[in-house]
């Protein structure tokens, strides 16, 4: 009687799970699966993934890049406000490369330093408009009040009646509140020279 019963539950067992063979099937078609979507990417080049951060020296020449360091070990000083990319110009097999950065400079950077692959993000902050003065005020900006619109002695260009910047004296050139010229600083070139 037991035997019996050991032989029905047996063959309930067999209709209720497949053999051994079908999920030898099932694993193959699994792992040929597998294999057919890890082959691609077996094949991606890491210079192709953006936000990967390695040395100069790793990329390839055209890689758009930011977050760039000047010295290596120094962390990321260049190319870091939003929007904006550099670009690799020469293929990086000697000490220095040489790198566009987003003001057109040419720039060449030590192949040890470290960049990330991508542009920054966040490329229309430079559209954002202030909808108000307000605004503007809890970004943490004072409000800037010309010199001409000051007395003279808050500013270098107050006073004079009307609108006047030279204040009376014409041919002065522009100063900074303390004095000092704000558009080309000090001439120091000799004045025999200079003619």
């Excluded at 002065?172 to 010229?181: E, V």
Aim: positive net charge; glycine residues 10%; contains cysteine.
């Amino acid at each position: 009687m037991a035997l019996c019963r050991l032989r029905s539950a047996s063959s309930l067992f067999s209709k209720l799970f497949p053999p051994s063979n079908a999920l030898r099937s099932f694993s193959t078609e699994t792992q040929s699966l597998k294999e057919k979507m890890m082959g691609p990417m077996a094949h991606l080049d890491v210079n192709s993934q953006i936000g990967s951060c390695m040395p100069l020296a790793a990329m390839r020449i055209g890689t758009i890049i930011h977050n760039i360091e000047v010295n290596p070990g120094q962390g990321g000083k260049l190319v870091r406000s939003a929007g904006t990319s550099a670009k690799i110009l020469k293929e990086p097999t000697s000490r220095y490369c040489l790198v566009r950065l987003p003001s057109g400079d040419e720039k060449l950077i030590d192949t040890r330093c470290r960049a990330t692959i991508g542009s920054v993000s966040n490329p229309s902050h430079g559209q954002k408009k202030l909808r108000k003065a307000g605004q503007s005020r809890w970004l943490g900006r004072r409000p800037v009040v010309r010199g001409v619109a000051m007395n003279p002695v808050d500013h270098p260009h107050g006073g004079g009646e009307g609108r006047s910047k030279s204040s009376g004296n014409h041919g002065r050139t522009s100063l900074t509140p303390w004095g000092k010229p704000c558009k080309c600083g000090y001439k120091t070139a000799h004045p025999k020279k200079r003619k």
